[in-house]
């Protein structure tokens, strides 16, 4: 399995488009140690890809950032993945009030120096 989205983006959001099914919107933080921030980035994509999940994920060292579109039919078994991980279990999640699901069109996760731009100047020199 590729740990990343190998299809262009013009067809990644052709096939959004032609979804039939809904999804929902959603967002979420928490500011936790993570002493491996790579090794927790490749297994949340394992678990959330084969979930059709999509969004922008940053994961630092101080935590994880999550927007993100969750198909409502897979939406139990995101849930689920939730708690294997210590850093998510019970987190707060936030959902879009007025949105169509349609604000992402593939799955990144990238590790970060932070998971907030704060505009200082160690993250503009990394």
Same mark, same amino acid.
């Given at each position: 399995m590729?740990?990343?989205?190998?299809?262009?983006?013009?067809?990644? +959001?052709?096939?959004?488009?032609?979804?039939?099914?809904?999804?929902?919107?959603? %967002?979420?933080?928490?500011?936790?140690?993570?002493?491996?921030?790579?090794?927790?980035?490749?297994?949340?994509?394992?678990?959330?890809?084969?979930?059709?999940?999509?969004?922008?994920?940053?994961? &630092?060292?101080?935590?994880?950032?999550?927007?993100? %579109?969750?198909?409502?039919?897979?939406?139990?078994?995101?849930?689920?993945?939730l708690?294997?991980?210590?850093?998510? +279990?019970?987190?707060?999640?936030?959902? &879009?009030?007025?949105?169509?699901?349609?604000?992402?069109?593939?799955?990144?996760?990238?590790?970060?120096? +932070?998971?907030?731009?704060d505009? %200082?100047?160690?993250?503009r020199?990394?």
């Amino acid at each position: 399995m590729f740990l990343y989205n190998r299809i262009n983006k013009e067809e990644l +959001k052709k096939q959004l488009m032609d979804e039939t099914f809904n999804r929902n919107t959603i %967002s979420f933080y928490r500011y936790h140690y993570i002493d491996n921030p790579g090794e927790i980035r490749d297994q949340l994509y394992k678990e959330w890809f084969p979930l059709d999940c999509f969004g922008r994920i940053y994961i &630092a060292r101080e935590g994880i950032n999550a927007q993100m %579109s969750v198909p409502e039919h897979n939406m139990e078994a995101f849930l689920e993945t939730l708690a294997k991980f210590d850093l998510l +279990k019970d987190i707060p999640i936030k959902y &879009a009030i007025e949105d169509d699901g349609k604000s992402f069109y593939k799955l990144t996760i990238k590790v970060r120096p +932070k998971i907030v731009a704060d505009g %200082s100047m160690n993250e503009r020199l990394m």
